[in-house]
């Protein structure tokens, strides 16, 4: 039981726009920032959102990220089949004073 | 440009110490500002943070894992590591080394490793 949620899986067809949700806690997403990561299968995570809306270098504005209240979302326009992935939200959160992730969302473009 | 790479035993025997290392090359190990860490993700399944570290003395470790857990650098080598003691099944995952930042309120890993995958199994 990851103590962010996000929705298991979402599908959307090329060229199309996707949201993926993350919520969790006045401890968490609340009073913190929020990361987004992308995994291609068989591949580690990698960095596509920080500070709830940056995008490190070399991330395509494709990917956009925001946050309100204790839900972040994480957006993905102009979506392509090489966008195939699992995608999580991570924060952190002050009661553990630790990384808390969602448990991860399967993007699929149809 | 920054790399890591994770080495160390493929299979570990229950209630053995699971110990990896982390060798960074185009960075350092004691880069201001930079904390060093792991996270792992059992087959099938989502990321598991395991903490991070700061080569000055800062350390923040899962509760869960806390009891069992060392994270630890050699300057010298440029190289970090993780100990995990009195393993079960349930810490078999693939285990990466990442490049984190870390001030209050803000935590994120900004450059990761391949990941190893590490069996406990007798």
């Known amino acids: 039981q990851s103590v962010l949620t996000q929705p298991p899986s979402v599908s959307a067809a090329p060229e199309q726009k996707v949201t993926i949700s993350c919520s969790g806690s006045s401890s968490n997403i609340g009073n913190n920032y929020v990361s987004w990561y992308r995994q291609l299968p068989g591949t580690a995570p990698k960095l596509l959102i920080y500070?709830?809306?940056k995008r490190p270098s070399g991330i395509p504005d494709r990917f956009s990220g925001s946050k309100s209240g204790t839900s972040a979302t994480l957006g993905i326009t102009g979506l392509q089949t090489g966008d195939e992935a699992d995608y999580y939200c991570?924060?952190?959160?002050?009661?553990?004073?630790?990384?808390?992730f969602g448990g991860g969302t399967k993007l699929t473009v149809l | 440009q920054l790399r890591l790479q994770e080495s160390g035993p493929r299979l570990v025997q229950p209630s053995e110490t699971l110990s990896l290392t982390c060798t960074i090359s185009?960075?350092?190990?004691?880069?201001?500002?930079?904390?060093w860490g792991w996270v792992r993700q059992p087959p099938g399944k989502g990321l598991e943070w395991i903490g991070i570290?700061?080569?000055?003395?800062?350390?923040f470790y899962s509760p869960s894992l806390q009891s069992r857990l060392t994270i630890s650098a050699d300057t010298s080598k440029n190289q970090f590591s993780l100990k995990l003691n009195s393993v079960t099944a349930a810490d078999t995952a693939v285990y990466y080394c990442?490049?984190?930042?870390?001030?209050?309120?803000?935590?994120?890993?900004?450059?990761w490793g391949q990941g190893t995958l590490v069996t406990v199994s007798s």
């Open positions: 990442a490049r984190c930042l870390y001030t209050y309120g803000h935590s994120f890993c900004d450059n």
């Open positions: 570290f700061y080569h000055a003395g800062s350390s």
């Open positions: 185009g960075g350092s190990v004691i880069s201001s500002g930079y904390y």
């Open positions: 500070d709830n809306n």
């Open positions: 991570g924060t952190w959160d002050s009661s553990l004073s630790a990384v808390v």
